[in-house]
């Protein structure tokens, strides 16, 4: 059985003439499609084809979209959604002239969420991460990210991988959990960091790839966190057991993250809100996704990545919320969209290139999912607006319509007049 999506007013395809993913000035081509429907079968893309062929489509189901914007469904590649408890404290502490570093320094932080991950159960973490997953699928996001890295020790850490898995088969979106025991040195090893990077190298990447809780490892360097060697130690190892790598970096400074991430090309890098125009040009003459997290620096109140000079080097940008209870309290993908338009200066095309195939591309699916090709997974979110533009200019107004996974409507909003 076929399923038409019959006539949008746009199909954002965000096609990439099979290259699969987009970088430097080809991220401000969306390949958009006015007065053609998608065919679809077995959660597959069959064909695009003209409106005036649609006669000719039998025994299909008909999904009607007169006066929508189809796009690809989103890809949120960057969260640290399963947390416990929550750092209001610390969000006041900042407005009162504090920090993110010093909060960090000072045993709050990462830490503290730490804290609560570790008193929680799997049952509780269960709880927590279910509406944040259902907000995520209802703003149009089909594909969804989500880091361990708040449980630094070997029981917690894998407590907090299953929690994550849970949802792997137990929700309606694809989620990819991320294995990122390297997010900070918890208080037990503080005072003995070779210690703590032995339990990451030795016992958890061993356990967690072979029992199939991540295939994606991610590490944070910084200088609250972990240098450039340890990172280097963590890839090398990670690389061998066959993980997909990723890193934070150049987020508060400079210390080398970059020079590893290059070494070992790795998927992604993901914050560059300090990223040197040296380190521009070489991360332009890689394949290795450049990750843009504004909402980090709307959250903390500094400076925004160089999202225009990243482009303009050629770079392949993405873009996610880096939903997180800390840097980036904000689960939502459109206000991130929108903060890339105002305060990054990011095309609407550019920015939905960077939310869709090239956010695919730094989770490794960009093959499969991140564009409306055929032959790809039909994967889409559908917006009630005529251009698509107007999904970027409605700040705080969810308008989206239809969230559609392999095929079936997994969300729907209610109709508005
Ligand atoms: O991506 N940079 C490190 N990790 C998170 C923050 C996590 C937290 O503060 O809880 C980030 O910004
Ligand atoms: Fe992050």
């Known amino acids: 059985m ?30 958009i499609l006015y007065e053609h429907s998608i065919i679809v079968e077995n959660g597959i893309i069959k064909d695009l084809i003209p409106n005036s062929s649609l006669q000719k489509v039998n025994e299909s189901r008909i999904i009607d979209l007169k006066d929508m914007v189809v796009l690809p469904g ?14 209001a404290g610390e969000f006041l502490m900042r407005l009162q002239g504090s920090s993110y570093e010093e909060i960090a320094q000072a045993g709050g932080g990462i830490i503290s969420t730490m804290k609560a991950v570790r008193e929680s159960s799997f049952d509780e973490l269960v709880k927590l991460l279910q509406p944040r997953i259902s907000h995520f699928v209802a703003q149009g996001v089909t594909t969804l990210e989500i880091k361990s890295g708040y449980g630094l020790s070997y029981y917690d850490e894998i407590k907090l991988l299953q929690v994550i898995n849970y949802f792997k088969t137990n929700s309606s979106i694809c989620i990819i959990p991320t294995f990122l025991g390297a997010h900070a040195y918890p208080p037990e090893y503080k005072n003995d960091h070779s210690q703590y990077l032995e339990l990451i190298i030795k016992e958890m990447l061993p356990y967690i790839i072979k029992n199939k809780l991540a295939e994606h490892v991610d590490a944070f360097c910084e200088k609250t966190a972990f240098s450039a060697e340890e990172v280097d130690k963590i890839f090398l190892k990670a690389k061998k057991l066959g993980y997909k790598i990723r890193l934070h970096t150049e987020q508060f400074n400079n210390i080398g993250g970059l020079e590893v991430a290059l070494k070992h090309k790795i998927l992604s890098v993901d914050h560059l809100e300090v990223i040197t125009g040296k380190d521009i040009s070489k991360l332009a003459n890689s394949e290795i996704t450049a990750v843009l997290l504004p909402g980090v620096s709307f959250f903390l109140d500094y400076g925004y990545a160089p999202a225009r000079k990243l482009i303009e080097a050629n770079c392949i940008v993405a873009l996610s919320t880096d939903f997180n209870p800390g840097s980036s309290h904000i689960p939502n993908i459109q206000l991130i969209m929108q903060l890339a338009a105002l305060k990054m200066k990011m095309s609407a095309e550019e920015i939905i290139s960077s939310v ?8 490794d699916l960009n093959k499969q999912i991140g564009s409306i090709e055929i032959g790809k997974q039909a994967d889409l979110a559908v917006f009630r607006v005529k251009e698509f533009q107007e999904i ?3 700040i705080g107004v969810n308008l989206n319509r239809y969230t559609v996974k392999k095929g079936e409507i997994i969300y729907q909003q209610a109709e508005t007049k």
């Open 392 to 394: 970027i200019y409605n």
């Open 74 to 87: 989103l890809v949120e590649c960057h969260t640290h959604a399963a947390f416990a408890g929550n750092r």
């Open 356 to 363: 869709t195939i090239n956010a695919a591309k730094a989770l």
């Open 2 to 31: 076929k399923t038409i999506f019959k006539n949008p007013s746009q199909i954002v395809t965000v096609d990439t003439n099979g290259k699969d993913f987009k970088s430097g000035n080809e991220l401000s081509d969306a390949a």
